[in-house]
């Protein structure tokens, strides 16, 4: 029988894919702050998911926790919700004809065993070619204002994108297919 699986994130789309893939979990949420001394943006992710992780494990007696943590990426640097429209505008028009990489780190912890993998998972997204209309029109809708990078791939943000190579989910911050590959190779856990 498999042990109880604990998601310490609050993300409705996390919870939403989950769902989706009928994965029984539970939702307990980590209060810590998203706080990191590490440099490496990867690291910084994986030091993240681990404190969820490891922050909900406390309190518990049994189960595995998932932390996650996720950000896009273009040209080494970390791309943030923007703040307004004319931000909005100023990350689209970065993002027009490039490719950005969302990064997922992730730690899957049991915590009765105490055993603990860690990963990252990065999928990259080509945007098309955007002309000032389209990143006016998109935004407009008010979908960019509310998504990382000012972009859902999903709803009217699928007419921005080119391609997705790798994990589909990850891009909204759940690696689903890497997560139940480590649960069930290192974790024992049955789908």
């Known amino acids: 029988m498999n042990k109880e ?21 539970k939702v307990i949420i980590s209060d810590i702050d998203e706080i990191t001394d590490k440099t490496d943006l990867i690291e910084s992710l994986i030091d993240i998911s681990d404190k969820k992780a490891t922050s909900v494990a ?10 996650i943590d996720t950000n896009v990426i273009i040209d080494g640097e970390s791309i943030g919700k923007p703040k307004d429209y004319d931000e909005a505008v ?14 997922s780190g992730v ?7 105490g055993k603990k993998v860690s990963f990252a998972e990065s999928t990259k ?5 955007l002309d000032e209309e389209e990143i006016k029109w998109y ?15 999903e709803g009217k943000g699928a007419a921005l994108i080119e391609k997705i190579e790798g994990c589909y ?7 689903l297919s890497r997560i139940l ?7 024992d856990y049955k789908i």
Do not use: W
């Open 5 to 25: 699986l604990i998601l310490a994130s609050g993300s409705k789309t996390r919870r939403k894919y989950l769902e989706e893939a009928g994965i029984p979990f």
């Open 58 to 67: 406390e309190n518990l007696k049994k189960g595995i926790v998932i932390g």
């Open 90 to 103: 100023k990350i689209l028009n970065i993002l027009s004809g490039n490719i950005n990489v969302a990064v």
């Open 107 to 113: 730690t899957i912890l049991d915590v009765e065993t």
């Open 125 to 129: 997204v080509h945007f098309r070619n």
């Open 139 to 153: 935004i407009s809708n008010n979908e960019g204002i509310l998504a990382s990078a000012a972009y859902f791939y």
């Open 169 to 175: 989910f990850n891009v909204r911050g759940l690696p």
């Open 181 to 187: 590959d480590v649960l069930k190779n290192e974790f």
